[in-house]
C-alpha cells in the first residue's frame, strides 16, 4: 500500500514563495485562498535573531480529524493516502475548518473574487469547474497531477529542492533515499507538526541545521539519485587524502 | 393473547374432532403468563413457576399487583377464576430441571433496579470516553489558544454565540435544512426520536418505576412507541443510503460507521417486534427479543465514543468553534485583520511555528511575520 508523503527541509527553504505561487497557479485558487503558504517566524530579540521559514500545506494524516468530523462523508482518504475533500458533496458546515489542527482547510463565507476581471479558458473549463463556492477546500496534493505521474506543482517549483514527494513505503522512492541519506549523513531525523495531535500526519520536515559542514552540504546534493552521490563522494575523499 | 387463545382453540377443536374427547383446558397456556414463565412454566424471564412453593395468597398478590420486572395483572385480563386455575396448573406441573431456559438463567439477574444500575454503568462509561473525545477534539480546534481572543470579545457574546450554533446548527441541524430536506427529516427523526425514547425513559422511571403494563393510549406508552418509530423510521433511511451511496466509504471510518448503523437498526428493529409480538400474544419470544434488545442498546451506548455515533456531538461542537473563531475575527479583536478564509489559522499558525521551533531546538522569542 503506497502512502504519499512530502517532506520539507528547512534548511533547505529560502523564503521565496514559490511553492504558493505555483499552487495558486496549478489550482487557480481565488483571492485569499492558499493552499500551500510559508509562515514567516523571526525567533529570539535583538541582536540575536534569526528567521525560520516553515511551508505548510495540508497534512494528508493517517487519521485525519477533518475526515472523521465531516457530517456529510464528503471527505475521503484515498488508498495512496491522499485526502480529499469532495467538491460535490460538501455542504460548507464548517466542522473541518476547526478539527483542522493546521488550520489547512479553507471555508470561505464570502463569494470568490479572481484576479483577473475576465476568466482564463484555463479557469473557466478546469479551475471553475472544480472549485465549487461556499464549500471548503484544501491542498489535493496535486492529485490530478500525482494520476499522471508528475510531482505536485510546489515541489516541482521549489528553486533548492527543499520539498521532496514519493512513496514512503517506497524504499527506492526520492523521499525515502533522502530520509536515509540525511539520517547518516546530517544524523537528522524526519519530524511532524503537532505530534500530540495524534492525527499521523504523511507530512514531515526536517529541522534547520544551524552549523553546517561544506562536505555533507556537498554530499546532500544529490537527491535520491545514488550515481550522483557516488561521484560527489570520489573527490571528497581524495581531498581528505 | 387472542391469537393464541384462536390457535389453541382450533388445536383443541381438531385434537376432539380426532380423539373424539375433550382436552383439559389449559389456561396458563392460554395466558399471557406463558412468554416469560415458560411453555412447562419452567422460566423464561421470570421464575419457573412448577411446583410453587408459594402459597395461593401469595401467588394472588403478585399477579394482581406485580414483583420487580413482572407487570400488574388486572381481573380484566386474567379473572379470579382462572387466575385459580393458572395455580394449580402450575403447582401440578413436573419439575424439569433440563427446561430452565438460558433466558432465565441470564434473566433472573435481571430486575428494573439492576439494568437501571447498568445503563447507569454504561452511560458513565460512554461519558467519560465521550468527554475525553471532546477534549481532543478541542485540542485540535486550538481551543486554548483561541481563549484569550474570546475573552477580548467578552464571555457573554461568545457563549451566546456558541449556544446559538449548538442549537441552531446542530440541534435543528441547520446546514442540512438550507440543502438536503431529505436528509434532514432523516436526522430530525433519528435526533428526535432519540430525545423522545430518553424522554420516556426518564419520565417512565418517575412516574412508573416498577414498569406497570400501561394501556397503549397513556402518554407514558405513547411516547415510546412513537419516538421508536421515528427512531426505526430514520435508521432504516440511512440503512438504504448505506446500500444505494457508492461514496459512503471515506477509507478511514467505514467500518465504525457500520457498526454504528447496524447497532442502531437492531436496537430500533428489536424494540419494535418486543411491543409487537407482546401486542400479538405471541408471547415465547417476547423475553428473548427483549434480552437481546437491552444488549444491543447496551453494545450502541459502550462503542458510541468510538463510532460515529460521536458525529452527534461532535460535529455540533466543532460547527460552534468554528462560529466562534469567525466571530473573533470579524470583530477585528484578534490582529486587526477583519477576514479569514481559514477561521482560527492565525492562532493555528502560531501554534505550529511554536511547535516546530521546540522541536528543532530554538529557543526565545517567537513573532509571526505575516500570515499567508
Known sequence: MPRLSMLIDLTRCIGCDACTLACKQENGTPFDTFFARVLNVEVGTYPD????????????????????????????????????????????????????????????????????????????????????????????????????????????????????????????????????????????????????????????????????????????????????????????????? | MNARLVYLTILAGLTATIFGQTPTRDVFGGSSCMGCHGQSAMGGLGPPLAKTKLSIEEFQKIVRSGKGMMPAIKENDLSPGDLQEVYTEVSNKPWLED??????????????????????????????????????????????????????????????????????DGFLVGSLWKNNKKRWVMHGLLIYGFCGLL??????????????????????????????????????????????????????????????????FHVAISGFLVVTLKRLGINDWVMTIYLYHLASVFLLIVTGPFTRFQHMYVVPIMVAVTRLTEAVTATGVELGFQREPSPGRHHKSARIAEDVLKQVGLEGKVVMRYYP
Open chain 1, 49 to 241: 535573531v534569526k528567521r525560520l521559514y516553515i511551508p505548510v500545506l495540508c497534512n494528508h494524516c493517517d487519521d485525519a480529524p477533518c475526515l472523521k468530523s465531516c457530517p456529510n462523508k464528503a471527505i475521503i482518504r484515498r488508498p495512496d493516502g491522499i485526502v480529499l475533500v469532495d467538491q460535490d458533496r460538501c455542504r460548507g458546515t464548517g466542522a473541518c475548518v476547526s478539527a483542522c489542527p493546521y488550520g489547512n482547510i479553507i471555508l470561505n463565507r464570502e463569494p470568490d473574487s479572481w484576479y483577473l476581471d475576465e476568466d482564463e479558458p484555463y479557469e473557466k473549463d478546469f479551475v471553475k469547474a472544480r472549485l465549487k463556492p461556499n464549500v471548503a477546500r484544501k491542498c489535493t496534493y496535486c492529485a490530478h497531477r500525482v494520476d499522471q505521474g508528475l510531482k505536485p506543482a510546489c515541489v516541482v517549483a521549489c528553486p533548492t529542492t527543499a520539498r521532496i514527494f514519493g512513496d514512503l513505503e517506497d524504499e527506492a522512492s526520492d523521499i525515502s533515499q533522502y530520509v536515509a541519506q540525511e539520517r547518516e549523513t546530517t544524523q537528522r531525523k524526519p519530524f511532524h507538526l503537532l505530534e500530540e495531535a495524534g492525527t499521523k500526519p504523511a507530512g514531515c520536515y526536517l529541522g534547520p541545521m544551524s552549523k553546517q559542514d561544506p562536505h555533507t552540504l556537498h554530499q546532500t546534493d544529490a537527491i535520491g539519485d545514488a550515481k550522483t552521490a557516488e561521484m560527489a563522494r570520489v573527490p571528497q575523499q581524495g581531498a581528505k587524502k
Open chain 2, 99 to 168: 427446561q430452565i431456559p438460558i433466558a432465565y438463567k441470564v434473566g433472573r439477574f435481571l430486575s428494573p433496579t439492576s439494568v437501571s444500575h447498568i445503563f447507569m454503568v454504561a452511560f458513565l462509561f460512554c461519558g467519560i470516553f465521550a468527554v475525553r473525545g471532546i477534549t481532543y477534539w478541542l485540542r485540535c480546534a486550538g481551543f486554548k489558544q483561541l481563549l484569550p481572543s474570546l475573552a477580548k470579545l467578552g464571555w457573554a457574546k461568545a457563549i451566546g454565540i456558541a449556544l446559538k450554533s449548538l442549537i441552531v
Open chain 2, 199 to 264: 424522554l420516556a425513559d426518564i419520565l417512565i422511571a418517575i412516574f412508573n418505576p416498577q414498569r406497570g403494563q400501561l394501556p397503549l393510549t397513556d402518554p407514558l406508552k405513547l411516547l415510546p412507541i412513537v419516538s421508536g418509530f421515528a427512531v426505526a423510521l430514520g435508521v432504516c433511511y440511512v440503512m438504504y443510503r448505506y446500500k444505494k451511496d457508492e461514496y459512503i466509504d471515506n477509507g478511514l471510518t467505514l467500518g465504525k460507521d457500520f457498526l454504528f448503523v447496524n447497532l442502531l
